[in-house]
């Protein structure tokens, strides 16, 4: 692994050379005159490197103006020329935090040091004074420094306020226990690198030595808040390292620190692969080391399987296809790491071998990605002509990514735009111009994307593309204008078109518009040879036309961004499976012109055409979040968006193929919506606490979060369909009066309410990927004129007092989406005492029967009196499927009536909330003849199938009059059997 010599200093970059140090000359001179003189007394060689590192960074020559005594004391202790020894830099951070006398000292004085040693070290990388490994070992010597001494110093000052964490089984005091994972475990960091961290602890047990013990999974969490503050947290001086905690279990909505046993437990039954993947390169790198190392040991079982695991290479293939997908969505093929070819290809290459191989091959178990390439070669796993080429390839990426990060101490993997910067990349990686940087870099790109293929790509894709070289041949003339049109409508009428004038017409449409017009040489040469393709596809369906009709506005859509063509041109299978989903549904046409992102999805046939489950979903969109810095909430949105738009893709084509019947569907977009949620709420209550601080319960603990989104209607029902809204009610129980604990504190009421705003801003907010979901609020206590978040006790309180009869029928099909379990568990309490109340059975008959004949009046088909007109079963007439009688709704309020007449007797018909199942609760104790139970079932279903079929059509949910006639007739007669009218 050769060391890139520095280039010449470019003219360029000489007046930012001669400005910098200049500066950094009268900085000293503003210092003091001992200080100027020593500045002066530097060695030639010192002053070259300063004019060559002052010219490439903008961080060094910043700190050394902020604080030129530092820069003048490093080259004093001639750290700038030589490497640290064994332990220099711990004592170093321990002589200065030797006199720190508050965690507000400790936060200065890790900072100032951070500044020291990161000017020190990229003044090395820059001035070629220190290679690759070293530059990375530094760093994570730092991190590891910072993060351990600081634990030091804050736990006993602790262990003073809380007392002493005791074992309960073994009565020994207990320490926290910090994994370090991805670089900083396997010593790679790069020069502006985050941390990522897992927080442990031995074992449960109680604080004692003070009058109040704590748990101590509380006393810990409060450590670890404190640490991250200590390392995290911006100030005047910077900060330390950005500590991100996502990698723990359940992320951002888990506990932050766990006990060994919870750990253990939760890698066991729910790990994940990319969890796999993420602790091949965990490392101990603060706290007790011995606890820390008996923690490991428990979890290898999860990273190393016993077994070779051929399964990984596909879990590490499905990772790189979302990356390749936040990649292209994000405009990002400049980035260096996660771009084709970059950093993240390499190390799937040797995770791949690890993953598979590392249960019986202990070499393999290591963290260092050279000394895994290292062992790969050694064990005849790969050539050595491959693993020299893996390590040259990573190794120039790295110094590239370092020369990247180091002109701001920035963390950004982005080739630069500007022509100065350009200039400083190619001066320290050693070439003369931009042009022959560039030149070399996308050789080892075109390298390591080679050598990825190899290993990770399906071996299957290479057969399918050769085989389909030759397809479309014979409608090349056509698309090439090399047939007149006469000739040109007879080839399409021949092949299968109704209409090959029309067909033709299209087809000249698209060739002159604006978009293809507008088009470069290189997207017009894969428009060139994708067109014929599509057009040899297309004929082999029963209606040709309506696939033009219906895919040709997708080409236009993306025919700037022809990445998109490739990928359907190169993927034969996936464009079969387009053109299929087209023809079946025009929904699923528009949303992929809409987003063409969703082109990714068809891919993959077997994970299209079978979505996950429930405990899936939440998983997979839990990972995509984590890959995305907290603060960034634009993209948090576009996340969560896209996330939706994939996975109601895969429900609509599944329904389609008939993978999927009708309750599947609707519990997968209950399942999607449920997961959506949890996400929003847990990023809107983020968001508010960072501003005011949480919210107290009446005893004065904090809130966490005492917080829960209630759903009505389809989504309380599990009866989601394609385009369904959300109807939802807010609950919170916490304090209204008492104020929260930050730095803007507000009263609990009104951050609730901000609460519910987020959320529903989170929800609604049109994005470049749309809106997650219309949101109603309407149910909530008052309606529209009520607060937006109720509490508990009030809610409580209008449901018995002031509810109308139609509120307590919604009431029926309600259910704690996502939230508090706690308070989850009171609010079904509530329900079921509201519900479950006695009543005069009368007056309940009327109510229903008048409420469900305002909104015949109001919603109904007018042609046919809401479906009770003579006419309303002819051919002429229509059928709408919810609001005419013998419909939907009718089904729904015989349902509702039932659970407010007699749950009061048989409490078990509130424990559902879907029709289906309170209907088998009926036919189950008596109430309901099973016969007409099992129609009402049925009825439903086909209704419901009916207006999936309509949605997916972009039809509204109206059907000729003789449709579903005897479905209707028996639904009328059930309802005037229960005495309704």
């Keep these: ?53 002052g010219a490439a960074s ?44 508050d965690e507000d000292e400790l936060s200065r004085r890790l900072r100032r040091f951070r500044n020291r040693q990161q000017l020190r070290i990229i003044w090395r990388d820059i001035s070629r004074q220190a290679d690759l490994i070293e530059t990375c070992r530094d760093l994570s010597e730092l991190a590891d420094i910072c993060i351990d001494l600081a634990y030091q110093w804050l736990y006993p000052r602790l262990c003073e306020q809380f007392g002493t964490p005791i074992g309960r089984r073994s009565g020994t005091p207990q320490h926290l226990v910090i994994l370090g994972m991805g670089k900083l475990g396997a010593h790679e960091l790069n020069l502006s690198s985050d941390i990522d961290l897992i927080f442990g602890y031995p074992e449960g047990g109680e604080t004692e030595g003070v009058k109040r013990s704590l748990d101590n999974q509380e006393f810990f969490i409060r450590l670890g808040q404190r640490l991250i503050k200590a390392l995290d947290a911006i100030t005047v001086d910077g900060f330390v390292f950005r500590t991100d905690m996502r990698l723990r279990p359940y992320g951002s909505s888990g506990a932050l620190v766990f006990s060994f046993n919870a750990l253990e437990q939760y890698y066991q039954d729910q790990g994940r692969d990319w969890e796999r993947y993420a602790m091949i390169k965990a490392r101990v790198v603060g706290g007790d080391q011995k606890a820390g190392a008996e923690l490991l040991e428990m979890l290898r079982p999860f990273v190393y399987r016993r077994y070779l695991d051929f399964s990984a290479i596909e879990a590490l293939r499905a990772m790189k296809q979302l990356i390749q997908q936040e990649v292209r969505r994000k405009g990002m093929s400049d980035n260096i790491k996660l771009g084709a070819g970059g950093i993240r290809e390499v190390e799937f290459i040797a995770q791949a071998f690890q993953l598979i191989h590392g249960g019986r091959d202990l070499s393999l178990q ?82 390591v994307d080679w050598h990825f293929h190899q290993v990770i790509a399906d071996p299957d894709e290479e057969a399918e593309v050769a085989a389909d070289e030759c397809v479309g041949g014979e ?35 698209l060739r002159s518009g604006s978009q293809v017009r507008a088009m470069q040489r290189l997207g017009r040469e894969r428009l060139d040879a994708f067109v014929p393709r599509l057009l040899a596809q297309a004929v082999e369906h029963d209606n040709p036309d309506l696939v033009l009709e219906r895919v040709l506005p997708l080409v236009e859509a993306v025919a700037r961004r022809s990445a998109y063509l490739v990928l359907l041109t190169e993927n034969p299978g996936a464009l079969q499976r387009l053109l299929t989903l087209c023809a079946a549904s025009p929904w699923i046409a528009e949303q992929i012109t809409r987003f063409p992102l969703l082109l990714d999805e068809l891919l993959n046939e077997g994970r299209l055409f079978k979505p996950p489950q429930a405990p899936e979903l939440a998983a997979e969109l839990r990972e995509r979040l984590m ?20 996975h109601r893709l895969r429900v609509a084509a599944s329904e389609i193929a008939g993978t999927l019947p009708l309750m599947k569907v609707s519990d997968y977009l209950t399942w999607l919506a449920e997961a959506i949620l949890d996400q929003v709420l847990a990023l809107a209550w983020r968001h508010t606490v960072a501003r005011h601080g949480a919210p107290r319960r009446a005893d004065g603990s904090p809130c966490d979060p005492d917080f829960v989104i209630v759903g009505y209607g389809k989504v309380g029902g599990i009866e989601l369909g394609h385009g369904s809204d959300l109807d939802l009610v807010f609950i ?10 930050g730095a803007k504190p507000i009263d609990g009421a009104q951050f609730f309410n901000r609460l519910g705003q987020r959320i529903i801003h989170l929800l609604t907010t049109q994005t470049n990927s749309g809106q997650l979901y219309e949101v109603d609020m309407r149910l909530r206590p008052s309606g529209a004129a009520g607060l937006l978040v109720s509490s508990l006790a009030a809610f409580a309180r209008y449901q018995e007092s002031e509810a109308w009869t139609w509120e307590h029928q919604a009431l029926v099909r309600a259910r704690v989406l996502v939230g508090c379990p706690r308070v989850g568990q009171a609010f079904e309490a509530v329900r079921a005492q509201v519900l479950g109340r006695a009543r005069n059975l009368d007056t309940l008959r009327s109510e229903v029967s008048e409420m469900r004949a305002k909104m015949r009046d109001n919603l109904g088909s007018k042609a046919t009196a809401a479906g009770t007109a003579a006419n309303a079963f002819e051919a002429t007439a229509t059928f709408d ?101």
């Excluded at 009268?26 to 003189?37: G, I, M, R, T, Y």
């Excluded at 080739?415 to 990686?429: E, N, S, Y």
């Excluded at 890959?627 to 939706?644: N, V």
């Excluded at 309020?893 to 029709?915: G, I, K």
């Design 627 to 646: 890959r995305i810095p907290e603060e960034d909430l634009e993209q948090q949105m576009e996340a969560l968006r896209h996330f939706k738009l994939a």
């Design 732 to 741: 919170h129980d916490g304090d209204p009066q008492a104020e929260t604990a």
């Design 58 to 101: 903008d961080f060094v020559v910043q700190q050394g103006l902020r604080d030129p005594q530092m820069l003048l004391d490093l080259a004093a202790s001639g750290e700038l020329e030589r490497s640290l020894g064994s332990g220099e830099m711990r004592q170093q951070l321990r002589d200065w935090l030797a006199e720190c006398v």
């Design 881 to 981: 499927l919810k609001q005419d009688a013998g419909g939907i709704v009718d089904i729904e309020f015989m349902v509702q009536y039932a659970a407010l007449a007699w749950s009061q007797q048989h409490p078990e018909l509130l424990e559902f909330t879907d029709n289906i199942r309170i209907l088998e609760g009926l036919e189950r104790v008596g109430l309901l003849p099973g016969e007409d139970a099992r129609l009402l079932q049925d009825i439903y279903k086909a209704y419901r199938s009916a207006a999936h079929r309509q949605a997916l059509q972009k039809q509204p949910g109206v059907v000729s009059g003789d449709q579903f006639v005897d479905e209707r007739r028996t639904v009328m007669r059930i309802w005037r059997e229960l005495g309704l009218s």
């Design 1 to 53: 692994m050769s060391l890139p010599a520095l280039a010449c200093l470019p003219d360029a970059l000489q007046p930012l050379a001669l400005r910098a140090e200049e500066s950094l000359q009268q900085a000293c001179a503003a210092l003091s005159e001992a200080a100027l003189a020593q500045f002066n007394a530097w060695p030639l060689a010192r002053r070259e490197d300063l004019r060559r590192v």
């Design 475 to 509: 409608w090349l003339p056509l698309w090439a204008e090399a047939q007149d049109e006469e000739a040109a409508c007879r080839q399409l009428d021949d092949a299968g078109f109704a209409d090959g004038q029309t067909a033709w017409r299209r087809i000249t449409a």
């Design 366 to 447: 290591q963290r260092s990605l050279f000394a895994v390439l290292d062992t790969l070669r050694d064990q005849g796993y790969l050539p050595a002509a491959v693993t020299d080429e893996l390590r040259d390839g990573y190794a120039f990426l790295r110094y590239a990514e370092h020369a990247l990060q180091g002109i701001d101490d920035r963390q950004t993997q982005m080739l630069p735009d500007t022509d100065q910067d350009r200039a400083r990349v190619a001066f320290i990686m050693g070439f003369d111009s931009w042009h022959a940087f560039h030149e070399r870099l996308m050789h080892w790109r075109g390298r």
